[in-house]
């Protein structure tokens, strides 16, 4: 455990790292009392995530702003 708030956003169609990687730490975080928040993009692969102009960006800004609070 890191014993710190975490939230993992992973885009599901991601070629390079599989979303099931981020469930499965998910998982076992939460298992070992961290505070752990999943978000799952349905249509973002591995980069969308980062680039403010892609269509995810809104839903990745929207749930950093809400971990933030």
Do not use: M
């Not at 992973?10 to 990687?21: A, K, N, T």
């Not at 505070?35 to 980069?47: M, P, W």
Request: hydrophobic content about 45%; overall charge negative.
């Amino acid at each position: 455990p890191y014993h710190v708030p975490q939230i993992l956003i992973q885009g599901v169609r991601d070629p390079i790292i599989s979303h099931l990687g981020a469930i499965a730490f998910h998982s076992a975080a939460q298992e070992q009392g961290d505070s752990c928040r999943l978000v799952l993009l349905e249509n973002a692969g591995h980069f969308e995530v980062v680039i403010p102009t892609s269509p995810a960006w809104d839903d990745v800004r929207d749930a950093l702003l809400a971990f933030l609070k």
